[in-house]
C-alpha cells in the first residue's frame, strides 16, 4: 500500500468512526426520556454527521450517492461505539450512564484523530483532522458540563 492509499484508508475508516458516533447518539436520542439529554444527542448526532461530510469531501473512496446511502444505513453491527449502549441495562433511564459512555469514547476519538493528525504530511488532510478534533474536543466539554448539571439536578 502506498502511502496515499494509508492516507485514503485512514480518512475512509474515520469516516465510518464518526457514522458509528452518530448512530451511538442517534440511538441514545431514541432511547432516553430525559429531554434535555434527549436534545443534546440529538445535537450531537447532528454534528457527527458533519464530520463525517467533512471525511468525506476528502474521500476517493465513495462518491456522493454512496456516502448518503452509507450515511443513513443505521448502525453498523460492529460498531464498538453502539456495543457499548448495550451494556446499559435501563437506556431509557440510563442518561448519566450514556454521557459517561460518550465522554470516554469522545476523549479516545481526541486521541486517536490527534495520532493520525500528527502522521499526516498533507496540509489539507491535517486541516479536517485538526477542524475535527476540535469539535470531538467540545463534544466532550458540552458532555462534562451537561452531565455535572444533570447530576445535580437528579440528586435533588
Ligand atoms: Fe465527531
Same mark, same amino acid.
Given at each position: 500500500?502506498?502511502?496515499?492509499?494509508?492516507?485514503?484508508?485512514?480518512?475512509?475508516?474515520?469516516?465510518?468512526?464518526?457514522?458509528?458516533?452518530?448512530?451511538?447518539?442517534?440511538?441514545?436520542?431514541?432511547?432516553?426520556?430525559?429531554?434535555? =439529554?434527549? %436534545?443534546?444527542?440529538?445535537? +450531537?448526532? &447532528? @454534528?457527527?454527521?458533519?464530520? #463525517?461530510?467533512?471525511?468525506?469531501?476528502?474521500?476517493?473512496?465513495?462518491?456522493?450517492?454512496?456516502?448518503?446511502?452509507?450515511?443513513?444505513?443505521?448502525?453498523?453491527?460492529?460498531?464498538?461505539?453502539?456495543?457499548?449502549?448495550?451494556?446499559?441495562?435501563?437506556?431509557?433511564?440510563?442518561?448519566?450512564?450514556?454521557?459517561?459512555? =460518550?465522554? %470516554?469514547?469522545?476523549?479516545? +476519538?481526541? &486521541? @486517536?484523530?490527534?495520532?493520525? #493528525?500528527?502522521?499526516?504530511?498533507?496540509?489539507?488532510?491535517?486541516?479536517?483532522?485538526?477542524?475535527?478534533?476540535?469539535?470531538?474536543?467540545?463534544?466532550?466539554?458540552?458532555?462534562?458540563?451537561?452531565?455535572?448539571?444533570?447530576?445535580?439536578?437528579?440528586?435533588?
Amino acid at each position: 500500500m502506498n502511502s496515499n492509499d494509508a492516507v485514503q484508508q485512514a480518512i475512509y475508516d474515520s469516516l465510518l468512526t464518526e457514522k458509528d458516533a452518530m448512530d451511538f447518539y442517534r440511538t441514545a436520542a431514541l432511547y432516553v426520556k430525559n429531554p434535555d =439529554a434527549r %436534545r443534546m444527542f440529538e445535537l +450531537l448526532a &447532528k @454534528e457527527e454527521r458533519e464530520h #463525517a461530510e467533512w471525511f468525506h469531501r476528502i474521500c476517493n473512496r465513495i462518491d456522493l450517492d454512496e456516502f448518503l446511502r452509507l450515511i443513513d444505513s443505521g448502525p453498523s453491527p460492529d460498531s464498538s461505539w453502539l456495543s457499548r449502549l448495550d451494556s446499559i441495562p435501563d437506556l431509557e433511564n440510563g442518561e448519566l450512564e450514556v454521557m459517561k459512555v =460518550a465522554m %470516554r469514547q469522545e476523549k479516545d +476519538l481526541e &486521541k @486517536e484523530l490527534q495520532r493520525i #493528525a500528527d502522521a499526516t504530511e498533507d496540509p489539507d488532510v491535517r486541516q479536517i483532522y485538526e477542524a475535527n478534533i476540535a469539535s470531538t474536543h467540545r463534544h466532550f466539554e458540552m458532555i462534562s458540563q451537561e452531565y455535572n448539571r444533570l447530576k445535580e439536578l437528579l440528586s435533588l
